[in-house]
């Protein structure tokens, strides 16, 4: 196991998750979905204390993926501990209509990977409404800490859309495979 970190963020439903499984079994690196941190059974948001009580040390460790936003104001510090960020910033339709995707395929039981491992899907109302207030009032203040950590020295791969996507997605099984 190395030691990296990476830190793999984004507004919802734009592949976080299945990017980051991925890429922690080509890495060989523990693994953390930070919306497992955010929220309880009900969709309940931990507090404030409790959230960071499991962050703090988890950004502190010398090897980690932690996928995910989280509060807004762990971004930043997480983003500045990572050896390496990886930004999924697709247009917004991008992010509604993979979201949507995901979401059929919860109702229908066929999702294997439930957000924050929650059994009952988020209401689609209520996540359309995340997917926009994220665009509108986090991504900004992300795209700030993105291109901050870059300029300190921080390696920052930026996907796009989909296609970019896939093609990472594609280099991280080319590098499994060479590795395993």
Do not use: C, Y
Not at 71 to 97: C, E, G, N, Y
């Amino acid at each position: 196991m190395s030691n990296e970190r990476i830190a793999i963020l984004g507004n919802a439903g734009g592949g976080k998750s299945t990017l980051a499984r991925q890429l922690a079994a080509a890495r060989e690196l523990p693994l953390t979905e930070v919306d497992k941190l955010l929220w309880k059974p009900g969709w309940v948001e931990a507090s404030d204390d409790a959230f960071e009580a499991e962050h703090g040390p988890l950004i502190a460790g010398e090897s980690w993926i932690i996928e995910g936003m989280g509060k807004l104001d762990s971004i930043r510090p997480r983003l500045l501990r990572a050896t390496w960020i990886i930004f999924i910033d697709m247009v917004l339709w991008q992010h509604f209509w993979l979201a949507a995707e995901r979401q059929i395929k919860q109702e229908m039981g066929k999702l294997e990977h439930p957000i924050a491992g929650l059994s009952e899907p988020i209401s689609t109302r209520a996540m359309f409404e995340t997917l926009w207030d994220t665009e509108q009032d986090w991504m900004p203040t992300i795209r700030a800490n993105v291109d901050e950590a870059e300029a300190v020295g921080i390696k920052v791969v930026r996907i796009g859309s989909v296609d970019e996507l896939n093609a990472f997605a594609e280099t991280v099984d080319k590098e499994a495979e060479r590795t395993g």
